[in-house]
């Protein structure tokens, strides 16, 4: 890949080749990704980077939403990093970190990993590599202004 192919859609997979409850490593422009499709079916793709320590989230697990983890129900489907557990829903905001104990005031929905824009049409899933996605991890990609080419 090549840098033209920033703040544009990258064909990723085809839409067959993720199924549901799972998780892909890629790189786009040296940039690790994790795409996802939940249990329900829909795709999401974040930076492939635990902002802890650095650690491949999709090396850890994805727990699907309605599975029950230390006595609470996930509305969202979320990815567990492997090395402390720490959570991360599809739009890259922290879910959860385990260490933390009761009384500890942490606003830990503000720990984010960068969320890519996907879609999954005509077969095939296209993931938007923006500009400079290498920033703070506390920024967010916003959604592109068109949508990924489909066949004639
Ligand atoms: S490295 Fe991911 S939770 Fe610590």
């Avoid at 991360?88 to 990993?113: H, K, N, S, T, Y």
Wanted: proline fraction near 9%; include cysteine; charged fraction near 25%.
């Amino acid at each position: 890949m090549t840098d033209f192919q920033r703040n544009a859609w990258n064909r990723a997979m085809p839409s067959r080749a993720l199924k549901r409850g799972r998780m892909v490593h890629k790189v786009f422009l040296g940039e690790p990704v994790v795409i996802s499709r939940t249990r329900g079916g829909g795709v999401f793709a974040l930076r492939d980077l635990c902002p802890h320590r650095g650690v491949l989230l999709s090396a850890g697990r994805l727990c699907a939403e309605g599975s029950v983890i230390d006595g609470k129900t996930l509305d969202v489907p979320q990815i567990e990093c492997p090395y402390h557990g720490w959570r991360f829903g599809p739009d890259g905001a922290c879910q959860a970190i385990p260490c933390l104990v009761e009384g500890q005031e942490m606003d830990i929905g503000r720990i984010r990993v960068l969320r890519y824009p996907v879609r999954d049409t005509d077969g095939q899933i296209w993931i938007w590599i923006p500009e400079a996605s290498d920033g703070p991890v506390l920024a967010d990609t916003p959604e592109p202004d068109h949508e990924p080419p489909v066949s004639a």
